[in-house]
């Protein structure tokens, strides 16, 4: 003999069976691999943690933006939906 709750559930029984498990989110079994490339080290000078430079005006107001690596700048360039033309890319100078 079961017994049910007002919802339909079975709460008594000499065998009540095991509640389904939902799938939850996939375990990460794979290494996080270091996100910044290309590595750079703890306290070095601005432009070598920053070698990729980019002005361009927006508004009326220049704006200036520094990137660790090409790849940051070409995601800036494409988010951003800029005229590459008006763009002006450059190394970073370094600073006395």
Not at 20 to 45: F, H, Q, S, Y
């Amino acid at each position: 003999m079961t017994i049910k709750n007002y919802k339909g559930q079975i709460v008594g029984a000499e065998e009540v069976p095991a509640p389904v498990k939902k799938r939850g989110r996939p375990k990460k079994t794979e290494i996080i691999e270091n996100k910044i490339d290309p590595v750079l080290r703890m306290g070095a000078e601005f432009h070598e943690m920053f070698p990729c430079m980019l002005k361009y005006t927006e508004n009326k107001i220049t704006k200036s933006c520094y990137f660790q690596s090409q790849s940051y700048l070409e995601k800036h360039i494409i988010r951003h939906n800029l005229d590459r033309q008006t763009l002006i890319i450059g190394q970073t100078e370094p600073r006395n």
